[in-house]
């Protein structure tokens, strides 16, 4: 638990992330769906109408900032707490002080970081004080508040959702850094936007870790002649600790290390596509991407031939949100073996893309009147749901009522191959349409 003066500026020594923490609206980087002009809680702080709120987003993206930003801008007392080190005798003692203030006409600001490590009578005990006006209680939480925070104490505080920043917001926020006076304005520093560029894709959207790694390098730079530090690739290199520093994510590589990737599990080579695989995680690649891919590949070429793909590869992308790097390499290696061995086939991807291309090119065909629902007397009595055959009704559980619109009548879109379980659905749609043809 800290209590702190906002105005206490202890910098000189501080990490260039510290140094840099923004103490204005104006100076702060990203989240402009929520401070950006006009925007929901930008109004809120201006006009001084500031109420209990959890601001939930992942690491780095300013949630203390934006609390101590609050606090500066309304004037009010402002503490720290910590689930780690303080118990419901601190609680209360911060309590008692924020009651005495609220007599006097101040009011108390409570940040609550990581408010999901709070136990539930820790909880609890913040939920009288908030509900009198005692506090005003904003917890920064990385999980999700439906799960970890009380339902009464979460009723009575409005979730803000803070964004991951994107690339564009950190190297404005780098920018910043090699200009401010705060950062390295006092120096000269010969840095490229390439850097910056790389800088800003290897923090995968962490403000502290992209400011972190630049006063890593620069520190780390080569001193000239002329009193300037220069970064080199290699330095950076080193500061990030990856030897594939200029993977570029919206580049070629990136396009041809993915279709590398692809490849090698459609053409059934798990070693091939456990090394690429490997080769964009080294590089930086957000590992969610690659998790996203796997998804894919596992409809698109892998399909019915084995049903438990598609759902082995969602829980690997689930597996991955929830440990993300570095751990989460063994989950994509587990996806990326087994759709490299699962049996092949694309019927399903065929299927769906001859039938867009029969919708782009074909007029708008009318829903055939026996399969259209007749909710209201008019519909039934102009002919909706005229000639439908209820197949439960049936033996056989199959009818031969037209689905397709008469211009496409026979069409086929799915075809089957005979590849792993596929192959027996193959065998039952062939029966099937052996019956609808009476034969």
Not at 8 to 31: F, I
Not at 182 to 201: C, D, M, P, S
Not at 259 to 267: D, T, V
Request: net charge negative.
């Amino acid at each position: 638990m800290e209590q702190m003066s906002l105005f206490d500026d202890r910098r000189e020594s501080a990490p260039l992330a510290s140094r840099l923490r923004p103490e204005t609206l104006a100076e702060y980087v990203g989240q402009k769906h929520l401070i950006g002009p006009g925007k929901p809680l930008r109004l809120l702080i201006e006009r001084d109408q500031v109420t209990s709120m959890i601001f939930w987003g992942p690491p780095g993206v300013g949630k203390t900032t934006l609390a101590r930003i609050i606090a500066r801008t309304t004037r009010a007392a402002f503490v720290e707490f910590s689930a780690v080190t303080s118990g419901i005798k601190e609680v209360k003692e911060v309590m008692a002080r924020a009651e005495e203030n609220r007599r006097a006409g101040v009011r108390t600001i409570l940040f609550a970081d990581e408010i999901h490590r709070f136990n539930k009578a820790q909880q609890d005990a913040f939920l009288p004080w908030v509900e009198r006006g005692s506090i005003i209680l904003i917890g920064a939480t990385t999980e999700n508040p439906s799960f970890e925070i009380n339902a009464a104490l979460l009723s009575r505080c409005k979730v803000f959702i803070l964004r991951q920043l994107s690339e564009e917001d950190l190297t404005e926020l780098l920018h910043q850094a090699l200009s401010s006076q705060k950062g390295f304005g006092g120096q000269r520093i010969a840095v490229t936007e390439e850097q910056l560029g790389v800088i800003a894709r290897f923090a995968n959207g962490d403000a502290r870790t992209a400011l972190n790694t630049l006063e890593m390098a620069v520190l780390n730079g080569d001193i000239r002649a002329d009193g300037s530090t220069l970064v080199t690739d290699q330095v950076l290199a080193d500061s990030m600790n990856r030897r594939s520093l200029l993977y570029d994510k919206n580049g070629e590589e990136h396009y041809n290390l993915i279709s590398a990737l692809h490849k090698s599990m459609r053409n059934s080579d798990p070693d091939a596509a456990v090394y690429w695989l490997c080769r964009m995680l080294d590089g930086g690649e957000e590992p969610l991407y690659i998790a996203r891919r796997l998804v894919r590949f596992a409809s698109e070429d892998v399909g019915l031939a084995d049903p438990q793909a598609l759902p082995m590869a969602v829980s690997v992308y689930q597996a991955c949100h929830y440990l993300g790097m570095p751990e989460c390499d063994v989950h994509l290696t587990h996806a990326v073996v087994y759709l490299s061995m699962a049996p092949k086939s694309n019927a399903l991807y065929m299927a769906c893309e001859h039938a867009k291309a029969d919708v782009r090119e074909s007029p708008a065909e009318p829903v055939p009147m026996q399969i259209r629902n007749a909710p209201t007397r008019l519909m039934k009595e102009v002919g909706y749901g005229d000639g439908y055959q209820y197949a439960h009704d049936t033996e056989e559980k199959l009818t031969r009522m037209a689905c397709l619109p008469d211009s496409l009548a026979g069409k086929r879109y799915y075809l089957p191959t005979d590849q792993g379980q596929e192959g027996r659905i193959r065998d039952r749609l062939e029966e099937i349409l052996r019956w609808k043809a009476g034969e």
